[in-house]
């Protein structure tokens, strides 16, 4: 089974990206790290430790029986991430500690200046955690591993801009929507209390409908790739 890393410039954007492709990945045996990048905080109704609480059980929620989704905070600051040697390599620290072969982050378009900063931040920390002769920091609890270099780097999309997405490839959630549901609606404090944010998960949850609808299924989650996906015949693609 792969060793898994889902890089979130704040708890609540993986999940509302990709949850569904994270409890099934899960399911089936993955083993799954979410990094969040900052706490999220401040919002119009959270705190640090409302927040913590949030997305510790979103984890759970997208956990499969016997394969805890794990999850970690870098600690940058909200709002004030910025695309840095220190912050790269704080990143590909965490990538060599649970030794990532597939990393996903948020698409490269975005109007939140975080987004844009954490993408960039990933997409080289992969580069960065192949280096042999460079001491990584890791956060409390983890432990440095050997060089590596994650052969996959996939975009999921939770972008703030108006776009339609243009994905590479498509996951099959029917399975895992209703725990993507549940996770996102784990986020209280975003989607429950603030009244102008609890149309989200509706939206989330019809563009799930119709991105399934495109490879005939219930919900799918869309992602996009610069490195072409190799297969071995047709038989992989739904018929």
């Avoid at 992969?126 to 590596?148: A, H, N, Q, W, Y």
């Avoid at 996102?184 to 019809?206: C, D, H, L, M, T």
Wanted: with cysteine.
């Amino acid at each position: 089974m792969a060793s898994i890393l889902v890089v979130g410039p704040h708890p609540d954007d993986q999940e509302l990206g990709m949850g569904g492709t994270v409890a099934l990945l899960a399911a089936q045996g993955h083993r799954v790290l979410l990094l969040d990048i900052t706490d999220g905080e401040p919002t119009p109704h959270g705190d640090p430790a409302t927040r913590a609480k949030e997305a510790a059980a979103a984890a759970g929620v997208l956990s499969a029986p016997g394969n805890p989704v794990r999850r970690v905070q870098l600690g940058l600051r909200n709002r004030y991430v910025e695309h840095t040697v220190e912050a790269r390599h704080r990143v590909a620290g965490v990538i060599r500690a649970c030794q990532a072969q597939v990393v996903f982050a948020p698409y490269f378009e975005d109007a939140h200046p975080d987004h844009l900063a954490v993408t960039r931040i990933a997409e080289d920390a992969r580069f960065d955690s192949k280096l042999t002769s460079v001491e990584m920091p890791v956060p409390d609890g983890m432990t440095l591993g050997p060089p590596i270099y994650p052969r996959w780097f996939f975009y999921y999309f939770a972008t703030h801009l108006r776009i339609v997405p243009a994905p590479s490839f498509l996951i099959d959630i029917s399975a895992h929507a209703a725990q993507k549901a549940a996770a996102i609606a784990a986020y209280r404090s975003q989607f429950g209390v603030n009244v102008a944010n609890r149309g989200v998960p509706e939206w989330v949850k019809n563009a799930d409908a119709y991105l399934g609808s495109r490879m005939n299924a219930a919900a799918a989650e869309a992602f996009f790739t610069r490195e072409p996906i190799g297969l071995t015949g047709l038989h992989s693609l739904p018929m």
